[in-house]
């Protein structure tokens, strides 16, 4: 072989070398979690951010909750999209200085929009699973421009009519634990907020909303975790804000969102799973969302992104519009 073919197979050779460790590197970064604190009045919302491509602000469910039972799932589809995750005001670690008197639906629906503008965007995605569905709701019908697409995974009722239904298919799955469940509701322990308390209340009300045992055990050992991190103080003030947002909403007189939803042109996906003690939530949002994609997934219960991650992400490549993985 002449020198200077060699010398171009070479530098040929040495370029995709440099290419390829250039990519390694911006992937590791794009994995790589940045928190940030959003200031907000005499607070500030935790976020982290994790992955490369079209950003997603995410909404946790509760509305007692924060992010952390989301994760490692959610995180994996990094490779894909910006996830954009908080707390919601009130919660985990956006309790500091927050008064429950003062976090209303209002507020939570004005806080996305904190959170979109602190990530320069326009419109963006919203992924809302089970209470954030509805709060992904509440802010897309307010916002209808500021939403470029909407993903609903296994979401709460949106109507009154429709939670009354669910909470009738919930007793009856749960059966005979209903008592126990309501005993330790009314506990000393419980009531203090006990984060081994507030746990085994968990423990039974989540029994009846994973198909799988080995699913239920992992979401459970995650949500102990959580609580104990949490303590009897967040535990109580996360509590707190949970009752004011649902005397904002489910406990209105009449609330109904699925005539509104008629109205939204915001590209939506609902996902939902064949097991999901939510009965019928989905399918009746999806039904009322013009033009609305809903998938259902086998074997599946109310946490799909730990139940089938696979489902998941075929679902949403198939909803973006990218090859299957």
């Known amino acids: 072989m002449h020198r200077p073919i060699i010398d171009i197979v070479l530098v040929a050779l040495l370029a995709a070398a440099l290419v390829g460790q250039l990519s390694a590197q911006q992937t590791e970064r794009s994995m790589t979690a940045a928190?940030?604190?959003?200031?907000?009045?005499?607070?500030?919302?935790?976020?982290?951010?994790?992955?490369?491509?079209?950003?997603?602000?995410?909404?946790?469910?509760?509305?007692?909750?924060?992010?952390?039972?989301?994760?490692?799932?959610?995180?994996?589809?990094?490779?894909?999209?910006?996830?954009?995750?908080?707390?919601?005001?009130?919660?985990?670690?956006?309790?500091?200085?927050?008064?429950?008197?003062?976090?209303?639906?209002?507020?939570?629906?004005?806080?996305?929009?904190?959170?979109?503008?602190?990530?320069?965007?326009?419109?963006?995605?919203?992924?809302?699973?089970?209470?954030?569905?509805?709060?992904?709701?509440?802010?897309?019908?307010?916002?209808?421009?500021?939403?470029?697409?909407?993903?609903?995974?296994?979401?709460?009722?949106?109507?009154?009519?429709?939670?009354?239904?669910?909470?009738?298919?919930?007793?009856?799955?749960?059966?005979?634990?209903?008592?126990?469940?309501?005993?330790?509701?009314?506990?000393?322990?419980?009531?203090?907020?006990?984060?081994?308390?507030?746990?085994?209340?968990?423990?039974?009300?989540?029994?009846?909303?994973?198909?799988?045992?080995?699913?239920?055990?992992?979401?459970?050992?995650r949500m102990r975790a959580g609580f104990l991190c949490q303590g009897k103080d967040g535990i109580l003030k996360a509590r707190a804000v949970e009752d004011q947002l649902m005397r904002d909403t489910w406990e209105v007189a009449g609330y109904d969102l699925l005539p509104k939803l008629a109205q939204l042109a915001v590209p939506t996906l609902v996902i939902a799973g064949d097991h999901d003690f939510m009965v019928g939530a989905a399918e009746r949002i999806a039904g009322a969302i013009p033009k609305a994609e809903l998938v259902t997934i086998k074997g599946c219960g109310h946490f799909a992104f730990l139940e089938d991650a696979g489902g998941v992400r075929k679902a949403l490549d198939s909803f973006f519009g990218k090859p299957r993985r």
């Open 35 to 221: 928190e940030v604190r959003i200031p907000v009045g005499d607070t500030t919302l935790y976020s982290r951010a994790i992955g490369l491509g079209r950003p997603v602000i995410v909404l946790h469910g509760g509305p007692d909750f924060d992010h952390g039972y989301l994760l490692p799932e959610l995180d994996r589809l990094g490779d894909a999209f910006r996830l954009i995750y908080y707390d919601q005001r009130g919660r985990g670690k956006s309790a500091e200085k927050v008064q429950p008197k003062d976090v209303t639906l209002s507020s939570d629906v004005d806080d996305i929009d904190r959170v979109r503008r602190h990530h320069e965007l326009d419109a963006v995605a919203l992924l809302g699973h089970s209470w954030g569905a509805v709060l992904a709701l509440e802010y897309a019908l307010r916002n209808p421009t500021r939403v470029s697409h909407l993903i609903l995974m296994n979401p709460a009722p949106v109507s009154v009519s429709d939670l009354e239904a669910v909470r009738k298919a919930y007793l009856e799955r749960l059966g005979e634990e209903t008592d126990r469940q309501r005993a330790i509701v009314a506990s000393a322990a419980y009531q203090a907020g006990d984060p081994e308390a507030v746990a085994a209340r968990y423990r039974i009300h989540f029994k009846p909303s994973l198909k799988r045992p080995e699913d239920y055990e992992k979401m459970m050992a």
